[in-house]
């Protein structure tokens, strides 16, 4: 069992940055892709990025390519997602999800991650 817990978000102006940080338990950590996921009120929860568990590979949505960036730090059981150039619809309750598939490639669909955590809030106002 993974328990992923995310942290980072906030309200913050258009055009300004976050970093979201995930925080996984257990000892195989670096063996999990991760992915970042956001769902906005009303609609379905969609792909943001994804990292593999070697972190060699990354992947985007089309929306956040060039703005976010996916990053692990597998010594400290940690994955990041730093957000540039925030936009007003960037707003959404963001979760962070492993894959036991490590090293599969490209952005998965969300039934393919195998643990959630419980998601945190980022506001973009505009």
């Known amino acids: 069992q993974v328990q992923l817990v995310e942290s980072g978000g906030g309200l913050v102006q258009a055009g300004g940055s976050l970093r979201l940080s995930c925080a996984a338990s257990g000892r195989t950590f670096n063996s999990y892709a991760m992915g970042w996921f956001r769902q906005a009120a009303g609609k379905e929860r969609e792909f943001v990025a994804r990292i593999t568990s070697s972190g060699a590979s990354t992947y985007y949505a089309d929306s956040v390519k060039g703005r976010f960036t996916i990053s692990r730090d597998n010594a400290k059981n940690t994955v990041y997602l730093e957000m540039n150039s925030l936009k007003a619809e960037d707003t959404a309750v963001y979760y962070c999800?492993?894959?036991?598939?490590?090293?599969?490639?490209?952005?998965?669909?969300?039934?393919?991650?195998?643990?959630w955590g419980q998601g945190t809030q980022v506001t973009v106002s505009s």
């Open positions: 999800a492993a894959d036991t598939v490590g090293f599969a490639g490209g952005p998965r669909p969300l039934a393919a991650y195998d643990y």
